[in-house]
């Protein structure tokens, strides 16, 4: 079946501006997560998303960054005002009871 | 401390090398664990996932030593393909899933 899709793959914008993330999750996983991977790092977990549970967000770096679930399906990472340290990999994973992650291709961020 | 620690390398081996890579982590009640391979620019992909003392898949062998708290992966006759970053993710029952930072693998011919 169809795997973690996310869009865009790529995007470029200007400092100062507002960007939304897409995740579409494998269908029928209850879960998932955000992370961000800045160059030659590691991934830095950022919120996850468990069926109608609270999200953990205990990994939000600032109050500029939300993401959302509806319908306990797509996702939306939205990053306000971005900046420069910003710029990085942004990937999202999905997962049910019974499996590990599985990551989407991720979308890479540059801040200008 | 951090929550799950890797030596991030990286280890530079021949063809055909043995290699082995430690994970250590901080939560004592860490169930599953789980090691990802992530090649450059790409997302990461499940390598192998470990729910009791060890796994073995073909080449790889991945370890766990709960009393230590820490996880090997072990690749025998380490192959060209084999170079890449290995990240390790334990998971216990909030399903928070904290990654290490990787350790890169340089297989050289």
């Known amino acids: 079946g169809a795997g973690v899709s996310q869009s865009p793959s790529n995007k470029v914008t200007e400092k100062g501006k507002d960007v939304e993330l897409r995740c579409d999750p494998i269908?029928?996983?209850?879960?998932l997560y955000w992370y961000r991977q800045s160059l030659g790092q590691g991934l830095e977990f950022l919120i996850y998303f468990q069926g109608n549970s609270a999200p953990d967000k205990s990994g939000l770096p600032s109050d500029r960054f939300s993401a959302e679930r509806t319908g306990g399906s797509v996702s939306t990472l939205t990053i306000q005002r971005t900046q420069q340290e910003d710029s990085a990999v942004y990937l999202c994973?999905?997962?049910?009871?019974?499996?590990?992650?599985?990551f989407g291709n991720g979308t890479r961020l540059t801040v200008t | 401390r951090k929550e799950v620690e890797q030596d991030p390398g990286p280890f530079n081996v021949p063809e055909g090398a043995t290699v082995a890579f430690n994970c250590t982590y901080s939560?004592?009640?860490?169930?599953?664990f789980f090691w990802y391979r992530q090649d450059c620019r790409k997302e990461p992909k499940l390598l192998m996932s470990?729910?009791?003392s060890g796994n073995e898949d073909g080449r790889f062998t991945a370890q766990l030593n709960r009393a230590s708290q820490y996880i090997s992966l072990l690749i025998r006759d380490s192959k060209l393909s084999d170079s890449a970053t290995y990240l390790c993710v334990p998971m216990d029952s909030s399903y928070k899933l904290i990654f290490g930072s990787g350790t890169r693998l340089l297989v050289r011919p």
């Open positions: 470990v729910y009791s």
């Open positions: 939560n004592s009640a860490s169930q599953s």
């Open positions: 269908s029928g996983h209850t879960a």
């Open positions: 994973a999905s997962r049910d009871p019974n499996s590990p992650l599985h």
